[in-house]
């Protein structure tokens, strides 16, 4: 089955400044998605990245990148330039497998301070 | 588009009442999914449709859940009757068919559900 671990349950980061949140997962699968996902207060699920797989390029968003190592299987986020609005928790998924869900990570909150 | 519109956003309920809960998916989106969010157990699926069928429904918790979707712009989540540990906050999400279940899920805003 597959798993997703995020092993930084707290963060902080001055505004302005680069912080990278991590992700490791476990699968068996060699075709799959990985997503981060913005929890702020507001509660609302928001996409932040989206990752294919069999893409070797890390994807990008503005200030938000990513750092896919397939063999490592590790998939962290960085926030460049960090804002007062990026206080959230940050959520990894997965999506691949038998299973039709995306697997969730636990989250990381993030503070950002001004 | 709209986006997924869930209601109600708050649902203050007593034990042993039946709690609707409303989620309206974004449209020609294929898949529809219900998560329930708590402190203590994260994000965790409770059922997802295809094409309005119940694919898996090994996440509902119980038989006093229910989901149904009849049709492919509605569904509903029923929790009969309803106890203290239900509380927490439910999600809709759909995913459009070409993307695949495995792919980006567009998620509502939430039901915050409390029963006293």
């Known amino acids: 089955a597959q798993t997703v671990t995020q092993s930084q349950p707290e963060m902080s980061v001055q505004e302005a400044e680069t912080v990278t949140l991590s992700c490791t997962y476990d699968t068996s699968e060699n075709n799959y998605y990985l997503f981060w996902y913005k929890q702020p207060p507001s509660r609302q699920m928001i996409l932040v990245i989206r990752?294919?797989?069999?893409?070797?390029q890390n994807a990008t968003e503005n200030r938000f990148s990513v750092n896919f190592q397939k063999a490592a299987k590790s998939f962290s986020l960085k926030i460049s330039d960090s804002q007062l609005g990026d206080t959230a928790m940050y959520f990894c998924?997965?999506?691949?497998?038998?299973?039709?869900?995306?697997?969730f990570g636990k989250g990381t909150k993030l503070s950002v301070k001004p | 588009d709209a986006g997924v519109i869930q209601s109600p956003r708050h649902e203050v309920t007593e034990m042993g009442q039946e709690v609707t809960l409303r989620c309206k998916p974004i449209s020609g989106h294929d898949y529809l999914f219900w998560y329930r969010q708590t402190m203590m157990r994260g994000l965790e699926l409770l059922i997802y449709f295809n094409n309005n069928v119940p694919i898996d429904d090994s996440g509902m918790p119980e038989d006093r859940f229910s989901a149904k979707m009849p049709n492919a712009s509605f569904s509903t989540l029923k929790i009969q009757p309803s106890e203290p540990r239900d509380s927490a906050v439910y999600f809709c999400?759909?995913?459009?068919?070409?993307?695949?279940?495995?792919?980006?899920?567009?998620f509502g805003p939430g039901t915050r559900l409390t029963v006293l």
């Open positions: 998924a997965f999506g691949g497998g038998s299973q039709g869900n995306l697997i």
């Open positions: 990752q294919e797989a069999y893409k070797q």
């Open positions: 999400a759909s995913s459009p068919e070409l993307a695949g279940i495995r792919d980006t899920q567009y």
